[in-house]
């Protein structure tokens, strides 16, 4: 079993910054490539960033690449989404999810196993 743990939502302004983590315990969370997805009202879970087990793999859906980086710290088992130039769409509650490893990093709900329980992200116009 791991647990996932979100913080760090808030609301900021268009073009502003947000930091969100993922705080992991349980079983060896290392062994697990994490994902951060979003989910709007009215709109299905989409993908966001994901991040390899190892840190060296990372992969971005289009609409957030030069804008959000993910990054992990295996000694503290977080993984920590950066946003920047965050506009009105990003509004949405992020969740991380932790997937087993594989040969790339998963991009639907259904590769991953444990989910955290969302933090809001609400940019204002």
């Known amino acids: 079993q791991v647990r996932l743990v979100e913080s760090g939502g808030g609301l900021v302004q268009t073009g502003g910054s947000l930091r969100v983590s993922c705080a992991a315990s349980?079983?060896?969370?290392?062994?697990?490539?994490i994902g951060w997805f979003r989910q709007a009202p009215g709109k299905d879970r989409e993908f966001v960033c994901g991040?390899?087990?190892?840190?060296?793999?990372?992969f971005c859906t289009d609409s957030v690449k030069g804008r959000f980086t993910i990054s992990r710290d295996n000694t503290k088992n977080t993984v920590d989404l950066q946003m920047s130039n965050l506009k009105p769409d990003d509004t949405a509650a992020y969740y991380c999810a932790a997937a087993p490893p594989g040969p790339r990093i998963g991009r639907s709900p259904g590769e991953y196993d444990y989910w955290g329980q969302g933090t809001q992200v609400t940019i204002s116009s």
């Open positions: 991040i390899s087990r190892s840190g060296v793999m990372v």
């Open positions: 349980g079983r060896t969370t290392s062994n697990y490539a």
